[in-house]
């Protein structure tokens, strides 16, 4: 049988494959493509993309341009498409209206089993725990109500007092210093976000270094390669849950006093979590607090630097409101209290600071919200069956000229009156998507702006900050963070910073 086989089309290809691997490669192209259009497009189905090779389908041009890539098929093919990277199939959903249809069919489009496979893949989550009727009917209920706007008064007054010690402690240390941006900004945010979500002596710079690790990966630990590739970051996230896990053990005899995140989640044990389950859960929670807002606060502060006016409309509306505040509590010695009154209690006092807020979320976030789809269903004149992996694209609105005009440039201004932007003639409601949204959408926004704005009022009350001449890079939105809410920054500037005589 053996000798038979010499010179039979399977040897023949062996040798192709010993000899020339390339030209073996064009022939699995050849044949791939041979099938494709033997077999011809289906019309019912949401159109390809078009690519070359095989299995990493539109991966490169799609990981190195996004927006680039999403728009032109958008142009080409419409709003709907099916694209295929990395031996993966999914179809992606560009315009406003139909992302709205995907949000408001959660039967037909469902989030549960996605975040299931999140929780297990990336953050290690026992199917023990994540899918248990407890997870869904108590644990995520309890988040949800920790996190609405009544609720979260305590979080934000521990957020505002950590993050007021932070930073007027470096700005004391470093005035009249030049150092890079991340550095005055990301360590102070992340201290102080730890705290309001875990309680004021959280270790918090102790999960710093793990943290980062574990985050910086992110985006290819969720893109489900192999974990063997990430045992560094999963060694590190196992780090932080360690510290948690420390944590919570010195803190059993006060168990009452504890951060309503930490008590919900120790409530776990009802549901028979095991310490190790409560922490593991609890380090989800971190990243999810963190991993966005710190992002946010850097890339407002890195854009305003670089427009001619600079920081100084915030500024001037802060001191505006500092001067009426400390006319009308003249005996009142000027600190936390003031960024109480006025920031977090009255936030229509400053319009300009969260225009410039909800502007900066608008301009660096990529969001990708996932569903798988469950029954067969019609999307923008497509059939969609059971088992398709939709995602929509909230960037693109983002992006889109007809809804945002100049939508490249990062103008503070731009919510001051809520915009009420109309395409095809018809109202964009949900033209802004930062958050996600439906049933998925981000449960923290409502803390996340007030931290937002506290952290900013903060900073800009206390220090001016300046580009160093003498620094020539700037920051970049990196790409790579597709998808994964605020994107993070490739490179970074130096600044002066310098305390402001108040
Ligand atoms: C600028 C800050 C933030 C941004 C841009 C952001 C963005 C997002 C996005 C895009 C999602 C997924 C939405 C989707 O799939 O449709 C999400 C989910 C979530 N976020 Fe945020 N987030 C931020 C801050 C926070 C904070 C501070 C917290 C906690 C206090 C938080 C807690 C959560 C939780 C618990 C979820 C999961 C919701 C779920 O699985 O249903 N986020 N966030
Ligand atoms: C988008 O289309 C333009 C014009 O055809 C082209 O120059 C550009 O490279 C394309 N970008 C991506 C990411 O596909």
Same mark, same amino acid.
Do not use: C
């Given at each position: 049988m053996s000798e038979d086989n010499v010179?039979?089309?399977?040897?023949?290809?062996?040798?192709l494959v010993t000899q020339s691997p390339?030209?073996?490669?064009?022939?699995?192209v050849g044949l791939y493509w041979a099938q494709k259009i033997i077999r011809g497009a289906d019309s019912s189905r949401p159109p390809r993309t078009p690519y070359w090779i095989p299995w990493v389908g539109n991966a490169v041009e799609m990981g190195k341009d996004p927006d680039g890539f999403f728009s032109n098929m958008t142009k080409t093919l419409g709003p709907i498409f099916r694209v295929t990277t990395l031996g993966q199939e999914r179809v992606f959903v560009t315009s406003p209206s139909l992302i709205s249809q995907v949000y408001r069919?959660?039967?037909?489009?469902d989030f549960l089993a996605v975040r299931v496979e999140i929780g297990r893949q990336a953050f290690s989550i026992d199917d023990r725990v994540g899918t248990t009727p407890y997870m869904f009917d108590n644990y995520m209920p309890a988040l949800h109500h920790i996190l609405l706007p009544a609720n979260i008064k305590s979080m934000t007054s521990t957020y505002l007092q950590s993050a007021h010690d932070t930073l007027v402690g470096a700005i004391s240390s470093l005035d009249g210093a030049s150092g890079p941006l991340k550095t005055i900004i990301i360590p102070p945010a992340y201290r102080a976000a730890a705290h309001a979500g875990f309680g004021p002596d959280f270790p918090a710079e102790k999960t710093w270094?793990?943290?980062?690790? &574990?985050?910086?990966? %992110?985006?290819?630990?969720?893109?489900?390669?192999?974990?063997?590739? &990430?045992?560094?970051? %999963?060694?590190?996230?196992e780090g932080v849950?360690?510290?948690?896990?420390?944590?919570?053990?010195?803190?059993?005899?006060?168990?009452?006093?504890?951060?309503?995140?930490?008590?919900a989640a120790l409530d776990g044990r009802q549901a028979g979590w095991t310490e190790r389950d409560i922490s593991i859960i609890l380090a989800t929670q971190l990243w999810a607090l963190q991993a966005n807002a710190i992002w946010a606060a850097y890339w407002l502060v890195a854009e305003l630097l670089q427009q001619p006016d600079g920081l100084a409309p915030l500024v001037a509306e802060l001191d505006a409101v500092r001067k009426q505040w400390q006319a009308a509590h003249p005996s009142t010695p000027f600190g936390p209290a003031f960024f109480d009154d006025m920031i977090v209690s009255n936030p229509k006092d400053v319009p300009l600071l969260s225009s410039a807020i909800q502007e900066t979320l608008r301009y660096s976030s990529s969001t990708f919200s996932m569903r798988h789809v469950t029954a067969p269903v019609q999307l923008g004149g497509y059939e969609l069956r059971p088992g398709d992996k939709v995602i929509c694209v909230t960037r693109q609105t983002h992006l889109d000229e007809d809804i945002y005009p100049r939508a490249n440039e990062l103008d503070i201004r731009r919510y001051l009156d809520p915009p009420r932007p109309v395409k095809d003639g018809?109202?964009?409601?949900?033209?802004?998507?930062?958050?996600?949204?439906?049933v998925s959408m981000c449960e923290g926004r409502h803390f996340a702006m007030t931290e937002l704005r506290l952290f900013v009022a903060i900073l800009l009350t206390y220090a001016t900050l300046e580009v160093d001449e003498g620094c020539?890079?700037?920051?970049?939105l990196s790409r790579e963070r597709m998808g994964l809410g605020i994107m993070h920054a490739n490179g970074d500037m130096d600044v002066i910073l310098r305390k402001r005589k108040l």
């Open positions: 010179g039979t089309p399977l040897a023949n290809s062996v040798g390339l030209a073996f490669a064009l022939v699995l069919d959660s039967q037909n489009f270094k793990g943290f980062t690790t &574990f985050d910086e990966s %992110f985006h290819m630990i969720n893109a489900g390669l192999p974990r063997f590739l &990430f045992r560094k970051q %999963f060694k590190a996230w849950t360690d510290i948690i896990q420390a944590y919570l053990e010195e803190k059993k005899d006060e168990v009452h006093e504890l951060s309503p995140f930490l008590q018809k109202p964009v409601p949900n033209h802004f998507m930062a958050f996600g949204g439906g020539t890079t700037r920051p970049e």
